[in-house]
């Protein structure tokens, strides 16, 4: 008998069994090929288990495809979705146990999620009701040591709430997405799957009412007049007092009688210093925004790698709302282990001569501290966004210890003539804390030179400017989720998942998050014939009651029970107006689609290219849109099963000719594309091949970029650059494993040679 200890994913449970075991652990596999760890501490035999992520999932009991429904059990993943069909290995794993525990520890994620993969695992694999449980921040040694020797009770709180989360996001879910569904099944008599969730709703309805702002906005025009100055060595760009003149006549006379003079007269300076506090450590969403802010990265994007740092140990759980750092955490132990990494060394060698107080935030998180990096820093250095990520939450970590930095602004008020022009310069004057967060702190130095009142400045240029008021902009990706953020919906873990749901189910594109035709009119009509659905008050409620359940001030079951009520509302409105609901969004579903797969003009005919798809290989390809196609169903030559238009005979014993009167094959252009893949159109054009470019998307794999044409110059090294690879990363592996004698290295360089012939 043994003391099984059930972590949430296999790196995790790595380095549970590493920081545990008096010796080094055991590495076992299971018979379904599934790593597991044996190690002793104290004299007591443990087992680490891993699950990988959620291991069961709740599916409707009952068959068929009307709503509401709410008779909904637990089964297991792989069962409920195909989508997990990989974690069913883990699944019988960690039934193999069932008969070897003598006690259970859960080990997962200290949150709603992980405390419900845990407790899921243990009340139906082990058909246990209580474990013990650790609760840590980090995958650290130090940190899994000090959990373990404090093992705390079963925080039944965070399970509940986890529960309640589930039964929500299902129920609503599933019911009006059927609702969605047969609403355009009744009406256009065909079959699209349409989604909305219990947060996607109203998150769509407010990106929609961005879209309206922006459409119902009416430009403005104005003029602007700026002055070009040589001061020093540089030349600065000085405004006219007035930023925005909207009579034309007036800055037309400003404009003439300012170009009669060539000098500018340093009326007045104004010199004002002033304080720029130090930053607060990170949260996911500030993690978020900070990381697409400076490298562009997506929400889910900068989730995914941070999440990756934490189960390799080098950072805390990132998934926190908290902007603190409690006194239990040793920042001197985690500066000196991070002086060890050259890049940091002078940094931290000058922080350790300092009293370490962090200039923390207001947010707070019951079961995470902020995001930092741990006593563990990686052992070789990082590369690519996983060492951006890093390195931008070491160097915050940083500044928030640093002083206040102090800047200093310099205004000049300048005479042309009569007409009063002026720039603003600034300079950092005590670095402070901008010092550690390096290239990530904005500067926006501009210095001038020793210049006094009375000094005159030549002028190099002037301009009139004709501008035109802009419109609102659009939410960026992080904007959205800092707005989600701020009106209660979705949660610090779902919120950039519900973003990717808008932008796979076509309601919204592009990185300014615009509305598609069918996502304004998915908002538009649930708005409309639904509007209970997409009021951001009740998703607000409900997770406010969630959090109540998680603090153990109400039942689930009330809550549960209350969205129930609220979906039997929510319903009875869809099936009063399917008809209309299916009608208003029908068409926009068919816009939507051929905007999506319509990439440009085709080189030949100057028709439509567009992404296709071959009902014989199976396999996406890219052809003109009249490429071979039947003029009355659409579809390819081989696929087509209607009768002649001219004879009405059937295809092979029509009185006509079939080709003539039926098929347009008066372009046969077309390009093959990557397997097994997503498409993307950027609205480029290849400068060498003059075909659009399209981002190709696979799973597990770094998304790239390429034109259609498969011959063009720019895939000229693609082949041997990919045979190159293949060859090295082969011999690379062969040695490692040192396999590399007798046969097994004679087929290595037979393939080097094959290679070097090519």
């Known amino acids: 008998m043994a003391t099984i200890i059930i ?48 291991i069961f999932n709740l599916k409707q009991i009952s068959k068929g ?34 008969k070897d525990g003598k006690e259970f520890i859960i080990a997962c994620d200290y949150d709603n999620e992980g405390s419900l993969i845990g ?57 009006i997405s059927r609702g969605l569904t047969l609403s355009i099944k009744k009406h256009a008599k065909r079959f699209s799957l349409l989604t909305a969730g219990r947060v996607q709703g109203p998150t769509l309805s407010l990106l929609a009412e961005k879209e309206r702002e922006i459409a119902r906005f009416k430009p403005k025009p104005y003029w602007q007049l700026e002055l070009r100055l040589g001061i020093g060595k540089d030349i600065v760009v000085a405004s006219y007092e007035k930023q925005k003149l909207t009579d034309k006549k007036l800055a037309d006379k400003i404009y003439n009688d300012s170009k009669k003079h060539n000098i500018a007269v340093v009326e007045k300076i104004i010199e004002k ?11 996911i969403t500030s993690l978020q925004t900070e990381a697409y802010r400076l490298f562009g990265y997506s929400p889910r994007q900068t989730s995914n790698i941070a999440q990756e740092l934490y189960t390799r140990a080098y950072i805390s759980y990132p998934r926190t709302s908290s902007e603190q750092l409690p006194k239990s955490i040793n920042n001197k132990e985690i ?20 009293e370490l107080i962090p200039n923390e935030g207001k947010r707070s998180d019951p079961a995470h501290e902020a995001i930092h990096p741990t006593v563990q820093p990686p052992k070789r250095q990082l590369s690519g966004p996983r060492f951006k990520i890093y390195d931008l939450i070491c160097r915050r970590y940083f500044a928030i210890f640093g002083e ?22 600034r300079k950092t004057v005590v670095k402070g804390w901008m010092e550690y967060y390096g290239p990530y702190a904005k500067y926006d130095e501009v210095i001038f030179p020793n210049i006094k009142e009375g000094d005159k400045l030549k002028i190099k240029k002037l301009d009139l400017l004709s501008k035109e008021t802009s419109p609102p902009p659009r939410f960026s990706q992080a904007s959205i989720i800092k707005e989600m953020e701020k009106r209660g919906l979705g949660t610090r873990a779902t919120r950039a998942g519900i973003l990717d749901t808008l932008y796979n189910r076509d309601y919204i594109v592009d990185r300014s998050l615009k509305v598609t035709d069918l996502g304004m009119k998915m908002a538009d009509t649930l708005k409309k014939y639904v509007p209970d659905f997409v009021d951001e008050k009740l998703t607000k409620r409900f997770e406010k009651d969630i959090e109540k359940i998680q603090a153990g001030k109400i039942k689930k079951e009330r809550v549960i029970n209350q969205a129930k009520k609220a979906i039997i509302k929510i319903s009875e409105e869809f099936k009063k107006n399917e008809e209309k609901i299916g009608r208003a969004l029908s068409d926009s579903i068919v816009k939507t689609q051929d905007e999506k797969i319509t990439l440009g003009e085709c080189p030949d005919c100057k028709g439509e290219l567009k992404i296709l798809y071959s009902p014989f290989s199976k396999k996406k390809f890219v052809g003109c849109a009249s490429y071979n196609r039947c003029a009355k169903c659409g579809f390819t030559k081989k696929a087509c099963k209607c009768k002649c238009l001219i004879c009405k005979g059937e295809k092979g014993k029509c009185k006509c000719s079939w080709k ?21 159109k950027l609205n480029k054009i290849c400068p060498k091949c003059n075909t659009p470019t399209i981002r190709v998307i696979r799973a597990g794999k770094r998304p790239f970029n390429m034109c259609l044409e498969i011959e063009c110059e720019t895939k000229k090294d693609w082949t041997k650059l990919g045979e190159k ?9 062969a040695i490692k494993k040192k396999i590399l004698k007798k046969v097994k290295k004679k087929i290595v360089k037979k393939v080097v040679k094959k290679s070097k012939k090519k």
């Open 725 to 733: 690879k293949v060859v090295k990363k082969f011999v690379k592996k």
């Open 335 to 354: 500066i000196y282990a991070l002086s060890r990494v050259t890049k940091y060394k002078k940094l931290c060698d000058k922080l350790l001569k300092t």
């Open 273 to 283: 210093e002033y304080k720029q506090s130090q930053p607060v450590p990170f949260n």
């Open 7 to 54: 972590a949430e994913k296999p790196d995790a449970a790595k380095n549970i069994a590493i920081a545990l075991s008096d010796k080094k652990p055991t590495i076992k596999k299971s018979k379904y090929d599934v790593t597991y760890y044996e190690f002793t501490r104290n004299g007591k035999k443990h087992i680490v288990v891993a699950a990988v992520g959620h």
């Open 65 to 98: 495809w009307s709503y509401p429904i709410f008779d909904v059990e637990w089964i297991p993943s792989f069962k409920a979705r195909a989508i997990s069909a990989f974690s069913e290995k883990y699944f019988k794993t960690l039934e193999e146990f069932k």
């Open 660 to 680: 003539d009167k039926i098929w347009y094959p008066k372009c046969q252009r077309g390009y093959p594309l990557p397997h097994n893949a997503k498409f993307q």
């Open 119 to 175: 407790y899921n695992i243990l009340r139906f694999i082990f058909e246990k009701k209580d474990a013990k449980r650790m609760k840590f921040s980090t995958l650290a040694k130090v940190d899994l040591v000090e959990s373990y020797e404090h093992l705390q009770k079963m925080d039944f709180g965070n399970v509940e709430a986890g529960i309640a989360r589930h039964f929500l996001d299902f129920y609503y879910g599933i019911n």
């Open 404 to 425: 206040v930095a102090k800047r200093q602004s310099m205004k000049l008020d300048m005479l042309v003539g009569k007409n009063r022009y002026s720039v603003t310069g």
